[in-house]
């Protein structure tokens, strides 16, 4: 017999905090304390001062850090809501939550027939992260180094975060101009376009969204265990391999950190050394900022010891105009945490690829 996984319950709202392109904040006193919790409207519909709701608060619970709010499941008075949306593929299938949209894929899509029909990326450039606080900067140093003009699509995977509205990132670089558009695939949702696959999120990027450069990463959050494989910062090789199959060029983001106080995620993490040294079989371009001689003597060791240095391409590029980029677009990133003046080489890893997919572009 299964134990119960879910902790339920039920609270008024106490006030509205926010809302953000579907996603609404809200405050919720339950037996007396106050929580704040997280409403998708498209699931579960709006939500109202003085109306009751009921909470998953599992991860409150368990005193999680990524992932760790109360989610809104049911608001009381929204028994009727209908799926008026087209399209007939589910996501978070067969599960109570399960969500109906059209996926570019489906006959009923108006791009089915582009992606039946196509044939290869054509060497478009694909900067593929593993954490979604590489976004932004890899976003920002693209645009910052673009020679001409370039349609930039952000493809986010089911690694972590599965509601596109949860990233914050993703909405100031749509309102910046860094983001052209977006596409959530597997389970993951709420981009403009929906994807089964990350292969055919690929494909919509380049056939439907019409992008020059692509960008990759999960939602915000991550899954870890602490073990070698146990972190879905696996698929940060899986999509390095679909890339190439498709006919793009794949830039990974090295993982880089000289801050972080765990050893496996000291220099470069372990995350990439496995996804990048054993998960993927294709040839790619990793993405190296401008490091200190010291340490980049440590991060060229590493990526020796996991064979990584012989199997792909090192590339290094000056990222070192990043922090005045990010401030001239109104953009602060953190990852762990830690900002750019706290962790530099983490976000000019990223901001290297960027800098590489612009000149790709260019060549």
């Keep these: ?3 119960q996984m879910i902790r339920i319950r039920r609270g008024k709202v106490s006030r ?53 709010d109360d989610f809104v499941i049911f608001v ?6 209908n799926a008026i949306s087209p399209g007939h593929i589910m996501k978070l299938r067969y599960t109570p939550l399960q ?21 290869s990326l054509g060497g478009m450039p694909v900067i593929v992260g593993s954490l979604h606080s590489m976004l932004a900067p890899a976003a920002v140093a693209l645009k910052a180094a ?32 860094f983001l052209d558009g977006t596409v959530t695939v597997g389970h993951a949702f709420g981009g403009d376009l929906e994807a ?12 439907a969204l019409k992008a020059d450069v692509a960008i990759v990463t999960m939602g915000p959050g991550i899954v870890g265990t602490g073990t070698k494989y146990g972190n879905t910062a696996l698929e940060q090789g899986e999509i390095v391999d679909a890339v190439d199959l498709l006919g793009g060029r794949a830039i990974a983001i090295p993982r880089l950190s000289f801050a972080d106080p765990r ?24 993405a190296m900022p401008q490091l200190e001689p010291a340490l980049e003597r440590v991060v060229k060791e590493q990526l020796a010891r996991a064979g990584i240095a012989s199997r792909h391409v090192i590339q290094a590029a000056d990222a070192g105009f ?15 945490g830690r900002g750019y003046n706290e962790d530099p080489s983490f976000f000019e890893a990223a901001a290297a690829a960027g800098v590489i997919a612009a000149e790709m572009v260019s060549n």
């Design 322 to 336: 990043l922090p005045g980029a990010l401030q001239k677009a109104g953009i602060a990133v953190s990852s762990m």
């Design 146 to 177: 673009e020679r001409k003009p370039l349609k930039v699509a952000y493809i986010m995977t089911d690694g972590a975060a599965l509601p596109l509205s949860f990233s914050r990132a993703v909405r100031e670089l749509r309102a910046g101009g």
């Design 16 to 68: 509205i905090l926010g809302s953000y392109e579907g996603l609404t904040e809200i405050e919720v006193e339950v037996d007396g304390a106050m929580h704040k919790a997280v409403n998708l409207d498209a699931l579960t519909g709006p939500v109202a001062e003085g109306g009751g709701v009921v909470l998953n608060t599992t991860a409150t619970a368990l005193g999680l850090g990524s992932g760790g």
């Design 99 to 119: 969500v109906k949209c059209l996926s570019v894929e489906e006959p009923d899509s108006p791009y089915h027939q582009a992606i039946k029909d196509f044939q």
């Design 1 to 3: 017999m299964e134990s």
């Design 196 to 207: 089964v696959n990350k292969h055919s999120g690929l494909i919509a990027a380049r056939e």
């Design 263 to 286: 050893p496996r995620h000291n220099g470069v993490s372990h995350h990439f050394l496995t996804a990048m040294g054993e998960v993927a079989r294709s040839r790619a371009v990793v």
């Design 76 to 81: 009381e008075g929204n028994d009727r809501l």
